[in-house]
């Protein structure tokens, strides 16, 4: 059994799946139908306890992680779980589908994941939406509960943890010339832009930005404040500030960056 417990008092009581560990955070919603190994393994998840409101989750198991095209994984959004850890309503206990490789609670405990289940869903995700994202934590029954203290980690740059390390090429045949800003990319952003022709450059988010290198600037998706991206911001605004600047577009946090870039301000919606 493991307890959740919100940052105003409130406590959901579970069953325990995944790795038996304790873990605190923010605590955010999804409704999709499908597509759960793709959003744990998002980095924009990354430090988040992960509620899904559909009623039964792990049906349709794992898949074994291949390499696709581009050298790009097949079925995940990047190379682990991001998410700290995963809030459900029932668990399936016996996964069909023809690519599982594994259930979705072996696949928990090997990434060091813990699950809660039995949870009333859409009770939480009913507060979650009206008082805005909550900081929460899971505590496994036996953990003491003050031993876990609350985590805001809007707090630190999780771009800096989430964004690669050193540039990295993809498709090097492709007729045109893409620059990616990795905020916490999802490795199908660049397996469309590659697919379309593009030779596809991703770069670390705090990577000098020269218009002679692409002919397109793309800016990711990735988790946390984009006010803490100050390097990222500022190498941006260089390159729309000339007199002729290349097509620059975004997805998610790559928008507020870039609103931020000409002078916008950001704010946490609920």
Sequence with gaps: MATLILEDGTTFKGRQFGASVSVSGEVVFQTGMVGYPEALTDPSYRCQLLTLTYPLVGNYGVPMDEEGEFGLSKWFESYKIHAAALIIGELSESPSHWSSAKSLDQWLKEQGIPGLQGVDTRCLTKKIREKGTMLGKLIVD???????????????????????????????SGSFRITVVDCG??????RCLAQRG?????????????TADFDGLFVSNGPGDPQL????????????????PKPVFGICLGHQLLSLVIGAKTYKMK
Excluded at 151 to 172: A, G, I, Q, Y
Excluded at 236 to 244: G, L
């Design 142 to 172: 036996g953990t003491p509960e003050e031993s876990i203290p609350f985590d805001n980690p809007d707090k630190r740059n999780l771009v800096r943890e989430v964004s690669m390390k050193e540039p990295k090429v993809f498709n090097h």
């Design 185 to 190: 990319i999802k490795y199908n952003q660049i």
């Design 198 to 210: 593009a030779r596809v450059t991703v770069v670390p988010w705090d990577h000098p930005l020269d």
């Design 229 to 244: 991206c100050q390097a990222t911001i500022n190498n941006v605004r260089k390159v729309i500030s000339v007199d002729q």
